[in-house]
């Protein structure tokens, strides 16, 4: 098959292995001064949204008043053709609602005015800073030409001193002039804390670009501490082979054989450790993180490594490390041939299986792609674990308020229990009994306790469950006298590990449901760059909310619950990520048979796979049918660029 060479930026993704005692303190307080930096840096920007908001209602008016009428006047709007079409669904039918339009109308009005009055004070706002926003621009370019530089720093001083000079002319407006005041002092407050920080460059250069990425949405909010971030490295003229070769002083892989990744096998045991700058010692000397790696891809050598970094993630109650490598790789591949439709969705089959995808080319070739139904029964344990993590933590709660009703206990308890009865998440209740723990010091009784407990429970025929109901624990708590902690603090002890157990499980399960599909849709996107174009329609995955069972088994009602797991979106992603993939609008692509042409209108959404045309009388599958509308709708109309 011919192929095509082609250029361009890849994130590679490698597994690692927790890193030493040692290693895992000194990442946790870079993570620590990461997630300070962040939210000083979003602190920063809201103070200076702040000042332009004054500086705008001192010269234009009260813009923030404006804009919220508007919001409000579109949200009736919207409100009210909900109500509209709520009415024509329960009628099944599009009957007229006079009073219903007449209103919708009355508030588009309505709706007009606001926005003309938007309009106008958005074109006030121009008419005062365009003109010295151009001129400043000229300058820019005009001195930087003169220098003959584009680097950051020089730019940096050329922004400074022409803002300067045009400062003191008196021909700006004053409100340019104050909101350029505003964006040099929160400037000036940015660098202060980028020197206060304590992070390596790399590390707050990465903070920065998700801090600029942030400050581009209009509401921009502080992030809460999870226990996750990024630790990395900006490299500079190194190459894959530098790496492994430990020429690099910001990251170091050890070599490994050139026929390691020959066999399946030989991938597998591909492990190395990898070394991540994190500091500097004396003299510059790099302070080096550890990691074992298991390296299951050939990194080329010639290729160009720009960023890398170690990605934190929580899953359950433990830490997953993860190395990503941003590098400038040359590809090949096929050039690819014809054109092919993809239909995605969710539906269960008749096997169990959850259909996700259904493509058909033009040559009327088909490809399905399917979850298997093991995938769908785990994710149902997912369900029912989190069940009964819920169950055990309702019944901890109440046995606690139950407690605490007829028994003595200390004031701070009271006050941190105050609300407990609207407690919703089991980790308050968790961290509660940590505590109770600490202050009356149960940790050595509950160890030694514990090991009994285990033993006795473990040793029985058929083995118990390691948590029991507060009755039956305080009736094994008789035989053992010698404890001075009273029942309740060791019923909450017992229901704290079994939560943490449930929480575990469920999550490990979750993320390795995940993390298969991601491979699947990833193989399958490859195989679908055998075509020079792929199209699929142009929906918003996020709002979209098919019910499409094929079947008409009553387990089946309610597949939109399995969306979650299709995830239709980044299979999209994936097949975007191709650079092969157009969007196409299409409407009624579920309605319209690809045969005759001929729009069906059916009472009710259709459930089944297989639906009949009331036109030519052929029986189809639904997705199949999707596929081949999408396949000729590009011809009559113009196709969306992928995202």
């Not at 490859?526 to 918003?540: G, R």
């Not at 993939?581 to 729009?599: F, I, N, P």
Request: aromatic content about 8%; proline content about 4%; hydrophobic content about 35%.
């Amino acid at each position: 098959m011919e192929t095509i060479v082609t250029k361009g930026v890849k994130i590679w993704t490698f597994g690692l292995r927790p890193p030493s005692a040692a290693d895992e303190a000194v990442i946790n307080d870079l993570m620590s001064k990461s997630h300070a930096y962040h939210n000083n840096l979003i602190e920063n920007e809201k103070k200076r949204r702040d000042r332009y908001c004054e500086l705008r209602r001192e010269h234009v008016g009260d813009f923030e008043a404006l804009e919220k009428a508007y919001s409000d006047a579109n949200d009736l709007v919207t409100a009210a053709r909900a109500e509209i079409k709520l009415i024509r669904k329960e009628k099944r039918a599009r009957v007229e609602v006079s009073d219903g339009v007449a209103r919708v109308k009355a508030l588009i009005e309505e709706r007009k005015v606001h926005k003309k009055a938007l309009a106008e004070a958005r074109a006030e706002i121009k008419a005062l800073t365009n003109p010295a926003h151009a001129a400043y621009v000229k300058r820019v370019d005009a001195k930087m030409k003169e220098l003959g530089s584009t680097g950051p720093r020089i730019r940096g001083k050329v922004n400074a001193e022409v803002r300067d000079e045009m400062l003191l002319e008196p021909k700006w407006p004053e409100f340019w002039k104050r909101t350029k005041e505003a964006e040099a002092e929160a400037h000036a407050k940015r660098l202060a804390l980028r020197a206060a920080c304590g992070l390596p460059s790399g590390t707050y250069l990465m903070v920065e670009q998700a801090v600029d990425a942030a400050t581009k949405k209009p509401n921009i909010r502080f992030r809460r501490w999870n226990g996750e971030g990024r630790i990395g490295v900006q490299l500079r003229d190194v190459t894959g082979a530098d790496v492994f070769s430990n020429k690099s002083n910001m990251l170091q892989i050890d070599s490994l054989p050139d026929n390691q990744w020959d066999t399946r096998p030989g991938r597998r045991r591909a492990r190395a450790e990898v070394r991540i700058r994190v500091g500097s010692a004396e003299g510059q000397k790099p302070i080096w993180a550890r990691f074992g790696g298991l390296i299951h891809r050939r990194v080329p050598p010639e290729c160009s490594v720009k960023w890398a970094w170690i990605k934190i993630t929580r899953q359950g109650n433990r830490r997953r490390y993860e190395l990503q490598m941003t590098m400038k790789v040359e590809s090949r591949r096929p050039v690819g041939e014809g054109t092919v439709a993809v239909d995605l969705g969710w539906r269960i089959k008749e096997d169990g299986d959850l259909r996700v995808a259904y493509a058909v080319d033009d040559s009327g070739n088909t490809i399905e792609l399917v979850l298997p139904e093991r995938m769908r029964t785990g994710m149902e344990l997912v369900s029912r674990l989190s069940g009964h993590g819920d169950d055990h933590h309702n019944a901890a709660r109440a046995v606690l308020i139950n407690w605490m009703k007829f028994n003595k206990h200390p004031e701070w308890l009271a006050e941190a229990t105050e609300h407990i009865a609207q407690w919703r998440a089991p980790s308050r209740l968790a961290a509660l009994v940590t505590q109770m723990n600490k202050h009356f010091g149960y940790e050595e009784q509950i160890a030694t306790l514990w090991d009994i407990w285990l033993k006795e429970r473990l040793a029985a025929t058929p083995k118990l469950d390691l948590h029991a109901d507060f009755a039956e624990l305080r009736s094994w708590l008789r035989n053992h006298p010698w404890l001075t902690m009273p029942d309740v603090a060791v019923y909450l002890e017992w229901w704290r590990r079994k939560n943490e157990h449930l929480y575990q499980w469920a999550s490990d399960v979750r993320g390795k449901i995940l993390r298969r599909r991601r491979d699947i849709y990833r193989v399958f996107a490859h195989k679908l760059t055998a075509y020079e174009k792929i199209i699929v329609e142009d929906a918003n995955w996020a709002d979209l909310n098919r019910n499409a069972a094929p079947e008409e088994s009553a387990e089946n009602d309610h597949l939109h619950r399995w969306r979650n797991l299709a995830s239709p979106g980044d299979l999209r992603l994936k097949l975007s990520e191709t650079g092969r993939m157009e969007k196409v609008k299409t409407a009624y692509s579920t309605r319209d048979c690809h045969l005759c042409g001929h729009r069906n209108e059916w009472e009710e959404k259709p459930v089944e796979l297989y639906q009949t045309c009331q036109g030519c009388h052929e029986t189809w599958d639904q997705d199949y049918n999707a596929a081949k509308i999408l396949l000729t709708r590009p011809e009559e109309e113009k196709p969306i660029a992928a995202e």
